[in-house]
């Protein structure tokens, strides 16, 4: 299934997208809760009820603005130096990890799949990553490697958009990683069964200029041992979205780096997932408003 968050007439439902299409969830089928969260804490009960219903289509996909999936998820993160061929692209400056190197990113940096990204006030080194996302589905807690496939709920295409001169301030990147409308993702969550998360082709165009182009075979850490690694330190929750690495031909790592600028369309490519596509702009200040 390719499930959905999305807004029509200024409402916002989730939907089951078919070809071209989306079906309304909640207008079809009135025990479903409106949030996705929700939905994926309760698949057991309700996905029956979906793949019961004999949904048809409701809009076409033309019609809706389709929504980050989770709007705030419980936790963001994303693992560092997770694709064979990035770290041969350094030239030596860089070693495979023998342990797997963890951010967070704030709920803050979540956008749609084709919301405008914002070129910070504070530095102009803005710079894309492709990534495969997966979504936890079930509260867990030290999970065998061999079980993790049990408790992700499906996968999306992202952009972990990173601000390099502030990546780099301390050994500690979270900082480049954690600016508002810096964690487009979507356009919609695909289900384990649609697709073979550890052989799908990746790529990153800038202005329809190919940039990044791998497969997720490269993979250094698979997603298991990222579940595995990562619920032994904390509890993963239905929603937790962890963004898996990003493959060679960053903007920051070319010969002379290209950074992004206004004006830029950035398009994330998955296959058997989708793509997002977001648009570079100025952010504009706002001033603190006591209340």
Same mark, same amino acid.
């Given at each position: ?18 070809? $071209? ?7 079809? /089928?009135?025990?479903?809760?409106? %949030?996705? /969260?929700?939905?994926? !804490? ?22 809706? #603005?389709?929504?980050? +999936?989770?709007?705030? +998820? ?18 030596? %400056?860089?070693?495979? +990890?023998? %342990? *797997? ?6 709920? #803050? ?29 079930? =509260? ?23 601000? =390099?001169?502030?990546?780099?301030? #301390? &050994? *500690? ?17 695909? #289900?384990? $069964? ?37 619920? *032994? ?6 929603? $937790? ?6 493959? &060679? ?17 950035? =398009?994330? !490519? ?11 702009? &100025? !952010? ?8």
């Amino acid at each position: 299934m390719k499930l959905a968050r999305f807004s029509v007439g200024g409402e916002c439902a989730l939907g089951l997208v078919i070809g $071209d299409s989306v079906s309304d969830l909640n207008a079809r /089928i009135e025990s479903l809760p409106s %949030k996705m /969260i929700d939905l994926i !804490e309760g698949w057991d009960e309700y996905r029956p009820l979906i793949e019961a219903a004999g949904l048809q289509p409701d809009y076409l996909l033309s019609e809706v #603005t389709l929504l980050a +999936p989770i709007e705030r +998820p419980g936790k963001i993160l994303g693992i560092g130096l997770n694709y064979a061929d990035h770290v041969a692209e350094a030239d030596g %400056k860089m070693a495979i +990890p023998s %342990k *797997q190197l963890w951010f967070a990113k704030p709920a #803050t940096a979540i956008t749609g799949p084709y919301a405008d990204v914002e070129l910070p006030i504070a530095s102009e080194l803005l710079d894309y990553e492709a990534e495969m996302v997966f979504v936890i589905g079930k =509260r867990c807690r030290h999970v065998p490697t061999d079980k993790a496939n049990e408790v992700i709920f499906g996968y999306c295409a992202g952009n972990d958009v990173s601000v =390099r001169d502030w990546q780099f301030h #301390t &050994n *500690q990147v979270m900082m480049g990683k954690c600016f508002d409308t810096h964690a487009p993702y979507g356009p919609y969550i695909v #289900t384990p $069964d649609e697709i073979d998360p550890e052989n799908l082709a990746i790529r990153a165009l800038v202005n329809g200029e190919v940039r990044q182009e791998s497969n997720t075979s490269q993979l250094i850490f698979s997603c298991a041992d990222q579940v595995a690694y990562l619920s *032994q330190a904390m509890t993963l929750e239905p929603g $937790d979205i962890i963004f898996t690495g990003t493959p &060679n031909g960053v903007g920051a790592l070319m010969t002379p780096p290209c950074y992004l600028k206004p004006g830029d369309i950035v =398009r994330i !490519e998955i296959d058997g997932i989708g793509y997002i596509e977001n648009t570079i702009v &100025n !952010e504009i200040a706002n001033e603190i408003v006591e209340q």
